[in-house]
């Protein structure tokens, strides 16, 4: 791995502690750093060294997947951590920077191979960019990389603003846009499931599948975020990025061992194979909701969104979402993807689920039988990790009678990368893959913009979810209409009553 300097704004933030830092950690553990590397925290405040290192090191206890538990690892670790005191619009600041950072490639004799990460609130995107420009910190001699949180925009024309000011400063094939989800194990294995399957590459068509179901629901509510949320929504931010994202993994298809660019021409045209909405129609095929006060799983009942400290008492901000969409294209034309998300919901639960048609119903069978229950394949992200196969089967017991069986697949190992691990892994390799390209990042926004002005118009009822449910009964009413509804949930009674008649096979993946 080539030497690395990681310039980190941002350095004294919520996500630098509880993402950054033990990503960082882990991948130093498994030798997945490399060896020359070194790192400058950024930030107002007047930190040492010393404090800053003391401030991961407590942060790795706090939040790392692994116990950091030795102390000399962590001595080693945070030692090529260094602190600069930098305010984001001050150009001085970014000299002193260029001195520092010069000062140890110096010392650690590497190549100016630099990457600047920006976990900073989005409106210091563009100064940051620009100022890295002007101090004469972008013009290495190596490598230089940006990565860039999110939210990338804050409509079309925000996020097109943004992309003109960044890309005066950085290449595109060197701006880095995360969207964790991307780096979720079980993301990026999807498309490896589909392309080195032919039993499952065969069926992924309109021929064979009913519907798609993607889901994300949280059971935390808005947090000590009220200040962005409540200007951001669940529209922003989880479907204009992390749900899309999701839909464009399950749908895009691919030969294996396919390069960067396929993958990325293939991603475009899914979102550009999207029926557009109309502003008038949005009503039709997207449901929005806000929590209301409701217990979860039995706890005392946590507070309605609006009564939420810092939440505007009458704001009509969407804590969830339910959409249908189409995707107009030779594979999908004709097949629903339902997404839905939420905050506050009955609980944690991140899926993919795939419903495949009743060939027997299609074959017209004289009568369906109603005991059959559908194929399902389903992917789940979160809490757990498992790919799930429902088929029918004769039940041994009861001669004669079908039950479904679940196949679920697990990897035996507890301890897999976090998204944050695998995505800074990538960003130091140079390996775009699994981060979120412009042309994506732009026609999602345009496919959102007319939900956005529909919201912003109120031309959409904002339906009320007690917390502890599964959102609105209209979130239902979408899916039914088309003769679906939501598949595996708890209170899905059918799949409930399947699951506890089915046999289940679960197989432990090395
Ligand atoms: N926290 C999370 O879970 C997630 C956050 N994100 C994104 O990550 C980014 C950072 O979020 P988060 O860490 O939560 O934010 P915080 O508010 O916790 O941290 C902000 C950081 O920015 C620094 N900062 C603010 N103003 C200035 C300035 N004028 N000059 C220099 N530094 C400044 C602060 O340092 P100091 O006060 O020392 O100046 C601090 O380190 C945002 O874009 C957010 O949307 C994305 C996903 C999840
Ligand atoms: O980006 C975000 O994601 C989290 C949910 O992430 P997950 O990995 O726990 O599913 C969400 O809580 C947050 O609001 C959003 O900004």
Redesign the pocket.
């Known amino acids: 791995m080539e030497p690395t300097t990681f310039i980190l704004?941002?350095?004294?933030?919520?996500?630098?502690k509880?993402?950054i830092y033990p990503a960082l950690y882990n991948l130093f553990i498994d030798q997945k750093l490399p060896e020359s590397f070194s790192l400058i925290g950024?930030?107002?405040?007047e930190w040492s060294d010393e404090t800053f290192q003391a401030n991961v090191e407590q942060s790795l206890h706090e939040f790392s997947r692994r116990e950091a538990a030795d102390s000399i690892k962590i001595k080693q670790f945070v030692q090529a951590f260094r602190f600069s005191m930098?305010?984001?619009?001050r150009k001085e600041d970014y000299e002193k920077l260029l001195q520092l950072v010069e000062k140890r490639e110096q010392e650690l004799g590497i190549p100016q191979n630099r990457l600047f990460y920006l976990?900073?609130?989005?409106e210091?995107f563009e100064p940051i960019a620009a100022n890295i420009q002007a101090s004469g910190l972008g013009s290495t001699q190596g490598w230089k990389r940006l990565v860039i949180?999110?939210?990338f925009g804050h409509d079309l024309q925000s996020a097109r603003e943004l992309q003109e000011n960044l890309s005066k400063s950085f290449m595109e094939d060197e701006v880095y846009r995360i969207d964790?989800y991307l780096g979720k194990p079980m993301v990026q294995g999807l498309e490896t499931l589909r392309a080195t399957n032919p039993v499952l590459q065969a069926l992924l068509k309109n021929r064979y599948i009913s519907n798609v179901q993607i889901t994300a629901n949280e059971t935390v509510g808005v947090e000590e975020r009220a200040g962005?949320y409540d200007h951001v929504g669940a529209l922003r931010d989880m479907f204009q990025n992390h749900m899309l994202q999701l839909l464009m993994m399950t749908a895009i298809q691919l030969p294996h061992d396919s390069t960067i660019d396929q993958m990325r021409e293939k991603k475009k045209q899914v979102v550009k194979a999207l029926e557009p909405i109309r502003k008038q129609d949005v009503s039709l095929n997207i449901i929005r909701g806000q929590y209301q006060e409701g217990s979860i799983k039995g706890l005392p009942p946590a507070a309605g969104y609006t009564s939420e400290p810092g939440i505007a008492p009458d704001s009509m901000n969407e804590t969830f979402i339910a959409a249908k969409l189409q995707i107009e294209d030779y594979f999908w034309k004709g097949v629903p993807f339902y997404i839905r998300t939420g905050k506050r919901m009955k609980e944690k639960s991140t899926r993919i689920v795939i419903e495949f048609k009743d060939p027997l119903t299609q074959l017209g069978a004289a009568s369906k039988d109603s005991s059959l229950q559908p194929n399902l394949l389903v992917i789940e992200m979160s809490p757990d990790e498992s790919i799930t196969l429902q088929l029918n089967m004769n039940d041994p017991q009861h001669k004669g009678e079908i039950k479904p069986a679940n196949i679920e697949l697990h990897s035996s190992r507890a301890d897999l990368p976090e998204a944050y691990e695998n995505l800074i892994y990538d960003a130091i390799n140079g390996d775009a893959t699994y981060f979120a390209h412009w042309d994506e990042v732009e026609l999602s926004w345009q496919w959102v913009q007319p939900i956005l002005e529909a919201f912003e118009e109120n031309l959409v009822p904002l339906y009320p979810y007690a917390a502890g449910s599964y959102g609105p009964a209209e979130a239902d009413e979408l899916l039914a209409k088309d003769g679906h509804h939501w598949l595996f949930d708890s209170k899905d009674e059918q799949n409930k009553e399947s699951k506890q008649d089915s046999t289940a096979y679960s197989l432990v993946t090395p």
Do not use: C, M, N, Q
């Open positions: 704004f941002g350095a004294t933030g919520d996500l630098a509880r993402k950024l930030g107002r405040r930098l305010d984001i619009g976990s900073v609130g989005p210091f949180e999110k939210p964790h962005y």
